[in-house]
């Protein structure tokens, strides 16, 4: 009988070890599988492509509503409706094109309906961000986009 109660201990604890080691292989096979979920999806764009390492174009297309946007931010400086707003990024924006004389869009009291009439809302502009200097300002400079630009980017 002592024999039966020892046989039947062993069967049972060695079940438990079975069952406990199943139990980690599985866990551990989850942690893995989440892991490489968690790394796709940190690497991964909107269209679900994953970004690799290619070369990236240093030009950003503006709509004229967001050229808008930054002349109310920045030439405006209209920014969180804070007037003694200090920040270190120059804005310059060129309603030409590169080919045209530059005309720049520097009055800060332009009314709505007219900055949409000189930005045009249907009109591409580029955005260029220039190398911060010693006086560690960071230049952005928007220009008017021509059709061969477009295309050359697109």
């Known amino acids: 009988m002592e024999n039966a109660n020892e046989a039947i201990y062993i069967g049972i604890y060695t079940m438990l070890f079975v069952i406990a080691l199943s139990l980690t292989i599985f866990l551990f096979s989850s942690l893995l599988d989440y892991s490489e979920q968690a790394y796709d999806y940190m690497h991964k764009q909107s269209n679900d492509a994953v970004i690799m390492?290619?070369?990236?174009?240093?030009?950003?297309?503006?709509?004229?509503?967001?050229?808008?946007?930054?002349?109310?931010?920045?030439i405006k400086?209209?920014?969180?409706?804070?007037?003694d707003y200090n920040n270190n990024i120059v804005v310059s924006i060129n309603l030409n094109t590169k080919n045209d004389t530059p005309l720049m869009l520097d009055n800060d009291n332009l009314k709505y309906k007219d900055l949409i009439e000189k930005v045009g809302i249907n009109n591409k502009y580029i955005l260029t961000v220039g190398e911060n200097t010693n006086d560690k300002n960071t230049y952005i400079n928007i220009i008017?986009?021509?059709e061969e630009e477009l295309n050359e980017i697109w």
């Not at 070369?55 to 931010?73: A, D, F, K, M, W």
């Not at 400086?77 to 007037?83: L, N, Y």
């Open 53 to 74: 390492n290619v070369p990236t174009n240093r030009h950003l297309i503006l709509s004229g509503q967001e050229v808008i946007s930054y002349y109310y931010n920045y």
């Open 77 to 83: 400086k209209d920014r969180f409706s804070d007037k």
């Open 144 to 146: 008017k986009a021509t």
